[in-house]
């Protein structure tokens, strides 16, 4: 069974960062691309950014772009969400995700395309 931990979530300041972490557990992390998505209060759940197995590809979400940086380190089964630049409009909570099996690339941006979830981190910015 694949559990998937977030954490680093909190309160920052517009302008502010903030570092999430995601840790899985399994030996299968290294074999699966990942996913970060969101949600905000009243809204659906949506796409922020994906990585590939190896870390050697990644896709964003326009509204994040040069802001956020997702990243993984296998050896550590851990996966990252680095945030700069904050706005109050990234305040959501932040779930990994890890898509199901045979989930093409292109598909990654949506969120019935993965199979297992962590509990989520709540990212409040201030304004």
């Known amino acids: 069974q694949v559990q998937l931990v977030e954490s680093g979530g909190g309160l920052v300041q517009a302008g502010g960062s903030l570092r999430l972490s995601c840790a899985a557990s399994?030996?299968?992390?290294?074999?699966?691309?990942m996913g970060w998505f969101r949600q905000a209060p009243g809204k659906e759940r949506e796409f922020v950014a994906s990585?590939?197995?190896?870390?050697?590809?990644?896709y964003y979400t326009d509204s994040v772009k040069g802001r956020f940086t997702i990243s993984r380190d296998n050896a550590k089964n851990t996966l990252y969400l680095q945030m700069n630049n904050l706005k109050p409009e990234d305040t959501a909570v932040y779930y990994c995700a890890r898509p199901r099996g045979g989930a093409i690339w292109s598909d990654l941006t949506k969120p019935h395309e993965y199979a297992y979830w962590g509990q989520g981190t709540q990212v409040t910015v201030s304004s």
């Open positions: 399994g030996r299968t992390f290294s074999s699966y691309a």
């Open positions: 990585i590939n197995w190896n870390g050697g590809r990644t």
